[in-house]
């Protein structure tokens, strides 16, 4: 439906995700159609919608994770799924058996050589360097989130916020160009909400990092945003939030009244939007697809 | 001959005065007796043939049983581990009826029963675990029931019940020792080559597929694995009581350190030290080895257990100290 082209502050020069007449299905139902969408290098970009409208589906699609029914999706230049080394994946709501013996530290490192075969070998001279950098490595992205503190902690025995934290560092450790998160915000308290918001802002800004972020509220990620990409009733509304989150777009897109309301603190409120009430206690609850 | 040479060693009613001749263990009437002299008396251990293969055994087992199990823990499979043992029992009953080594039926059982698991396709998470729970545990008494069926059509012996259920450190050939060993070697290799993306699929499925790690494969892959180690312990603790070696170690570990590495290291250190003191406590007792394992397992468990709130309970005054200044 629309593109970055015109959306203010972004640049598309050298784009690192590129969607174009992209569809997705779901158990034999498409979610959307017609997608077309580049993010470029540096940009924050939230994926909005009600649930079940295919906003995971969308950063699956894009991570070669689940097909596409129609069009084609280019990551880092290359088809999707063939290019994994510097993408960075957040999956929806992970978390760990309180029960789970194994550090913070350890599930960062994971993400650095978790796909190696074989056990760290620090024996011999090259092996033993190769230990001390990937240490130095994790140590750094576990500054970089300010996690140090627990870090060395049982993951299973941290709360929500200091695991979400870690699952950041994890995704960045290998110096991604691009980073995916699904739903990063959901199940912190809000002041949790507001710092991690602005430690993945401040990520996308000083290590110019693309974050493509699936949100269920737009507001604690407001003052970050590039563009938005707003999914609903199979079809996407992409630019900037104040040209997106109207509430002539949101009529637009809906096909039914919408009214978005900008409250006195600058939150925006989007009303009438026809959404499923919010499926709350199962573990696995909304969106899994 | 050597099944039932080795139900016979299991189960003569007094130890080893009772084995017939040619069997491994030595004529010897009463029971050794534990004296002032703790030298000698580890010295006597080592100076019967029997005795050292069973130790030799039991260290080969032991290593294997908690490197595996500190996984099996780790993924929260206990469960299927125990499956895989109780399936063993009728293996090893089937193969002493139909004149087969005991070890080929606990290989064959648990391998087999391993690779079904792993080939039941998993629904999405939460949902069928517990029709799948239910569905082993009706495999598991069926198994039970059809092993006593075995040990009763081989006539005349129905006592083997108790050593394949719950173990027996006699009877222990040389050739045991050494294709136990080949085995175990083999599937510690194996463990160590799939390492860290084993470890990776164990704690962050997710993340690590989108990584390109096989979750799937190597889920199939360590279930045989779990299929092989507890095959491996079932010779020395017997079906039922596998997990003094396969969980107990690992678990007290895991109580102690959330350090991967450290862990497994830990949790080896803890198996040996659990199989030679109870094989050392068991050959001086009159009371069955697979006691002696598993009681030991639980101490070192539960002097985990308590190391771990000690240290949590410092930790959390600490905070509190920390906050209150």
């Given amino acids: 439906m629309s593109t970055a082209a015109g959306a203010p502050g972004a640049p598309v020069d ?16 498409t979610l959307w159609s017609g997608v077309d969408l580049e993010v470029g290098a540096g940009e924050f970009v939230a994926v909005l919608g009600p649930n079940g409208a295919g906003k995971s589906t969308l950063v699956k699609v894009a991570l070669g994770l689940l097909p596409l029914t129609a069009g084609s999706v280019e990551l880092l230049g290359r088809p999707a799924g063939s290019s994994s080394r510097r993408v960075g994946y957040l999956p929806q709501r992970r978390s760990f058996d309180p029960g789970l013996a194994v550090r913070g530290r350890d599930v960062v490192r994971l993400g650095l050589d978790g796909h190696r075969w074989g056990v760290p070998f620090p ?44 699952l950041i560092a994890q995704a960045l450790v290998e110096r991604p160009e691009i980073l995916f998160l699904d739903e990063p915000l959901d199940s912190l308290d809000l002041p949790n909400q507001a710092a991690v918001a602005s430690l993945i802002g401040g990520i996308c800004r000083d290590s110019a990092v693309a974050v493509v972020m699936v949100a269920h509220d737009v507001n604690p990620i407001l003052g970050q945003l590039d563009r938005v990409v707003y999914i609903a009733g199979g ?22 009244p919408i009214e978005v309301v900008t409250t006195s603190d600058g ?18 609850g909304h969106e899994h697809r | 001959m050597s099944a039932l040479a080795h139900l016979v060693a299991a189960t003569a009613p007094a130890r080893y005065a009772a084995l017939g001749p040619g069997a491994h263990p030595p004529h010897r009437a009463p029971p050794p007796v534990l004296g002032a002299n703790l030298v000698s008396d580890l010295h006597e251990l080592f100076t019967y043939h029997f005795m050292v293969t069973a130790l030799a055994a039991g260290t080969v087992v032991a290593v294997l049983a908690a490197a595996v199990g500190w996984v099996m823990v780790l993924r929260r499979q206990s469960f299927a581990g125990h499956t ?46 517990g029709a799948e729970s239910a569905v082993t545990g009706a495999v598991q008494a069926f198994a039970l029931a059809a092993g006593v069926l075995f040990v009763n059509l081989y006539q005349g012996f129905l006592n083997g019940v108790d050593a394949l259920l719950f173990g027996s450190f006699l009877g222990i050939t040389d050739s045991q020792v050494w294709s136990l ?29 989108a990584r390109g790690v ?8 360590f279930v045989v694995l779990l299929g092989v180690a507890v095959a491996a312990a079932s010779e020395i603790t017997g079906s039922l009581l596998v997990f003094a070696l396969l969980v107990m170690p690992a678990a007290a570990a895991q109580q102690v350190t959330a350090r991967p590495g450290l862990g497994l290291v830990l949790s080896v250190a803890l198996g040996l030290l659990v199989t030679w003191s109870g094989l050392a406590v068991a050959y001086f007792s009159i009371y069955p080895s697979g006691f002696y394992l598993t009681s030991f397992g639980f101490a070192v468990y539960l002097v985990a257990a308590g190391v771990r709130g000690v240290s949590e309970a410092r930790s959390r005054r600490v905070a509190a100290l920390g906050r209150g200044a």
């Fill in chain 2, 84 to 129: 895989l043992a109780v399936v063993g029992f009728p293996g090893a009953a089937g193969a002493t009826l139909v004149g087969l080594p005991i070890a080929v039926g606990y290989f064959g059982a648990c391998v087999a029963a391993a690779l079904v698991i792993a080939a039941i396709p998993r629904g999405r998470a939460g949902t069928s675990r």
């Fill in chain 2, 181 to 209: 060993t080949a085995v175990a070697v083999g599937a510690l290799a194996l463990l160590v080559l799939l390492g860290r993306p084993l470890l990776f699929a164990s704690v962050d499925p997710d993340v690590a597929r």
């Fill in chain 1, 14 to 29: 050298r784009p690192v995700l590129v969607m174009r007449g992209a569809a997705a299905a779901a158990g034999g139902r």
């Fill in chain 2, 214 to 221: 096989p979750v799937r494969a190597l889920s199939l892959a």
């Fill in chain 1, 235 to 256: 079809r996407v509304a992409a630019g900037s939030p104040h040209e997106v989150i109207t509430s002539e777009t949101l009529s637009a897109l809906f096909s039914t």
């Fill in chain 1, 123 to 166: 024996l011999l001279l090259a092996g033993r360097r190769r230990e001390r950098e990937a240490r130095t490595r994790v140590g750094e992205v576990v500054d970089l989130v300010g996690a140090s503190a627990y870090a060395d902690r049982p993951i299973g025995s941290l709360s929500g916020g200091e695991q979400q934290r870690l």
């Fill in chain 1, 267 to 284: 939150r925006l409120v989007v009303v009438g939007e026809p959404e499923a009430p919010e499926v709350h206690g199962g573990r696995h």
